[in-house]
């Protein structure tokens, strides 16, 4: 039972608020979980107790958890991080306006998408400095600057200002090519036009980058002019910025290089037409069932201009914008992502087979009639369709069929046909020429759809009911255009006495559907290139970090190490380990772990394993290594972080001197007890620019077994660190004694995580 229109607005509305509601949560979650990190890694606590210690703060200080919690990250960022970017401006940010700054930035840094981190810059920051509207560009491969999001702009506004070329030049691009913020206290004036409310409105241009790289431009709007002093204008620089982060995540995503031209495509089309993010159940790829929520990623002008759609549509969910037929809408979506081939229905809502006909002048809902979905890989659908309100007169039911038509009338009594004027260029004729009958026609088609239309006349003339075919037309002066011809009986009685109807030429529609399915089997290729290049990294992987290696023997140590890859099948990872004699006499052994999986992991993976191979020549402590290292992530492509533990090894005292960045606890096993190797408390490898590295000294005796091991080892799901910690301290006390090599496989045996995270382990036994 479908709800009345005022509840379903009301149920909408009240979704909406819950949405909102969670996504302030999540952003106020992400705040507290990154200034736990930071107290996990500052003062070498678990997770739980990393919460506690933040929670007892909170309640010390007097200040919310995530106040407190912006303060943290504010203060781990450095002296640097709230300093005012504009010149002549006061040398840092008070600590009220630098909480704010850190609570609106992390909403941006959560949003999913760049209409939601639009909608996150304007209510977590920007309202209360004034703006009334936000706009965010993405920056194209062709220097085109097309609208990513926006917030408080009207759709008018926001479509005019979807595409912004380099040709126009303007202060847009102006400020894209300085890389500098510009202001415009009065408005642009002379320097060009910018979107706004009026022309005097103030404005202020934030370029966006990542890793020094250009990838967009945000636009703020005020309602009039005012004063844009130092603060305000540092504070707005501030809470823009992370939107490029966020641009170039949407970016990356599947199929992202084909986005620009799938829009420019679809933009041009006379008809409704929209990019849709297919979301598929967890498990289940023939089911037609509902995941997360399908979201709209782009409406072009033509469906803009038949949905009046809410502000900011682009990121919303397709059960927002068409909630009186999402379940048919998703279902024709699922099963084109599943098959990977287009789906097309009639109309949505489906007419019900028994339903009596419509009597004229009787107005129905707003229908979307022919609907095409075609699935386009990486997840994302294109969905075109024709309004349709199905009213009126048979001459009207006829138009509601197509878009951009050109009529004609026939009278079978009289003998006479009448095309109006955009009927005959369709059909290569001049104006003065007779119009052609529509039983008539067959002689000016290509030979196999004269059928089709010998159909649509049957039905015409026999059942006395209307239709539509898709024929090809060959025109005189050569060429083929691809014709809709749709048609209504015209009744005396029970007596035909004429017909009406309408051509549209489809042509443009037809070669668009073409250009997209190339772009389908384009986007088919790149991920064959892809599975191709993780099968190549995967076999390089194997070849450095291999599973079961033969190591050399170093002096005073016996060592072995095993590595166990990911679970899912091509997921790469970015564990690595090595073990090296050194010119001075002592030994190198290290264990890392890169964060994250796949083909940039393993990149980063490899520059820092060999970074630090090189780097250990230089017979310099592990301290001062690891700090090096740590510079070598920092400018490493992709910015990783990474944990690790480096030790060299003194074979002529058997000591040992260590330093960890942010790496599992070194286990030490001596005379039949193990216990965890506390060390100084270091940050991650790539998380803080210049910081230093403490280092441990521990003398060792014969005998005793070390293991150094990454955290897919011991980590297991619904179970806390500890807990895990101790089950590993806990099976190499049930060990027998035995050669390093036994070792290792003993515990790869009885030590299982189920993260399904690649694992590293090496034992080091001192002779």
Known sequence: MALPESGLTSAVADLTAEVAALHADRARRSLLDLACGVLMAQLSLSPDEAADHLVRLAVSTGLSAADLAADILNAAAGPDAARDPVP???????????????????????????????????????????????????????????????????????????????????????????????????????????????????????????????????????????????????????????????????????????????????????????????????????????????????????????????????????????????????????????????????????????????????????????????????????????????????????????????????????????????????????????????????????????????????????????????????????????????????????????????????????????????????????????????????GLQHAIVPEAPALETPPGLRVAARYRPAAAEYRVGGDWYDVQSLPNGKVLVTVGDIAGHGIESTTAMIALRGALHGLAFTGNPPGRLMEWLNDVTLHTPGQPTATAVCALFDPADRSLFWSGAGHPPILLLRGGRARFMAGAANVLLGALPGARYGETYTELRSGDTLLLYTDGFIERRHVGLDESLQALRRAAERLRPGPAEELADRLMAAVLGDTDDDTSLVVVRVS
């Open 88 to 538: 002549g401006a006061p040398e840092a940010v008070p600590t009220a306006e630098a909480r704010r700054i850190r609570r609106g930035t992390t909403a941006v840094l959560t949003s999913d998408t760049a209409a939601a981190a639009a909608s996150a810059l304007l209510e977590g920051g920007l309202r209360r400095l004034g703006a009334e509207s936000v706009y965010l560009w993405r920056r194209t491969e062709t220097d085109c600057l097309e609208l990513a999001g926006q917030a408080g702009a009207t759709p008018l506004e926001a479509a005019h200002w979807r595409w912004v070329p380099p040709e126009t030049g303007g202060p847009l691009h102006r400020a894209l090519a300085v890389g500098l913020p510009a202001w415009f206290p009065d408005g642009p004036g002379a320097e060009g036009r910018l979107p706004g409310p009026r022309p005097e409105a103030a404005r202020g241009l934030v370029p966006l980058d990542r890793g020094g790289q250009g990838v967009g431009l945000a636009l703020v709007v005020w309602p009039g002019a005012r004063v844009l002093d130092s603060g305000l204008r540092a504070t707005t620089a501030a809470l823009c910025r992370p939107a490029g982060q966020v641009l170039e995540r949407a970016d990356a995503g599947a199929g992202a290089g084909a986005v620009p031209r799938l829009t420019a495509v679809l933009s041009e089309l006379v008809l409704p037409a929209m990019l849709v993010s297919v979301a598929v159940p967890a498990g289940d790829r023939d089911a037609v069932g509902f995941g997360r929520a399908h979201t709209v990623d782009y409406l072009n002008p033509a469906a803009l201009r038949v949905l009046t759609p809410p502000p900011s549509p682009e990121g919303r969910p397709v059960a927002q914008l068409f909630p009186a037929v999402y379940e048919e809408l998703v279902g024709l979506l699922a099963r084109a992502n599943a098959t990977g081939a287009p789906q097309y229905v009639p109309s949505l809502p489906a007419a019900p087979s028994h339903a009596p006909p419509a009597k004229a002048g009787t107005a129905t809902a707003p229908l979307m009639a022919e609907v095409r979905v075609l699935p386009l890989g990486g997840g994302r659908a294109a969905v075109l369709w024709h309004a349709d309100d199905r009213r009126g007169p048979p001459v009207t039911r006829a138009l509601a069929r197509l878009d951009q038509l050109a009529v004609f009338e026939e009278d079978l009594v009289a003998g006479t046909t009448v095309w109006s004027a955009h009927a005959y260029p369709v059909f290569g004729l001049h104006p003065e020429d007779p119009a052609v009958p529509l039983r008539s026609l067959g002689a000016r088609l290509h030979t196999e759809d004269s059928v089709r239309l010998g159909g649509l006349l049957a039905s015409l003339t026999d059942r006395h009911e209307g239709g539509q075919v898709l024929v090809r037309v060959v025109r005189p002066g050569g060429g083929v255009r691809r014709v809709r011809v749709a048609a209504e009986p015209v009744l005396t009685g029970s007596a035909l006495t004429g017909i009406v109807g309408v051509f549209q030429d489809v042509s443009a529609q037809h070669h668009t559907e073409v250009a997209l399915t190339a772009t389908y089997d384009q986007l088919s290729a790149a991920r064959t290139e892809a599975e191709l290049r993780d099968h190549l990294v995967l």
